[in-house]
């Protein structure tokens, strides 16, 4: 009896234990989003216009005007914040196949490029590893840490991060298209009739992304030639590409409900994350 009665104060123990690393870990995780998201709001310039004017994009590429006319009405307000809330799984490696489950929230600033992603990944159950994948005033972070509290590398800065979390923002823009619009910092160059290539500038950092159009005439993929992606701790520079689907109307826009996204290795595509929105809000300029 004495064994059971040990073994069961040692259970209890472990439990109380484990719940407050949890507890502790998410409170501490909470603040230093609090503090992230804080320098992202920040980082927000002026607009210089508040609302679409479908005259605006008479002299773009047809694939892009075309994209325009379906996902945008006349007079549409612009986007300055989004709030995401997304769930899916993420693949914790190019060689072999990790599919976690994950759950994240997103904080999106459009007139000026920038988000937060504050993501928590399900490596085993109840073994949460929490991730901010950012870009805020210029400077690119990529920070997990196995419940909060032990760092599992940090990667900040500026070069090959920054210009990496900026080109997520791009590829993302579907969410927020009004930043796609002229006026608003990125120039289209023609392809063909059904892609076109977007070039932005943020800083010292520019980009070229080409964007697919579907039959539909929404964006059905983007694609850049070269991306930093972290391998055995380096950074590689591999083909990067983004799917999309299921769009859907919201505060008169369409915006796809589905994305994929993967790296185009020497030995094939390496899909790593497959995300489905579950809320979004957004505050509109004025």
Known sequence: MDILKWTAAALILVTILYGGV???G????????????????????????????????????????????????????????????????FNLSLDTPQWKPFTSTQRVIANRPGFVWNGRIAMFPGVPVRVHDAYVAGTGVLHPALFGLVSLGTVQGAGEIARGELMRWLAESIWYPTVLLPGQGLSWQPVDDTSALATLTDGPITLTMLFRFGEDGLVSGIRVEARGGLVAGETIMMPWEGSFRDYRPIDGMMIPFHGEVAWITPQGERPYFRGTVIRVEYQIAK
């Open 26 to 89: 998410a409170w501490r995780w909470k603040e230093v989003t609090r503090v992230l998201v804080a320098r992202l709001d920040a980082a927000e310039i002026p607009y210089t216009a508040v609302r679409y004017d479908a005259r605006d994009i008479a002299d773009l590429p047809a694939p892009v005007r075309q994209y325009f006319e379906r996902v945008l009405t006349d007079g549409q307000p612009m986007v300055r914040l989004v709030d995401l809330e997304l769930g899916g799984m």
């Open 22 to 24: 949890v507890a502790f």
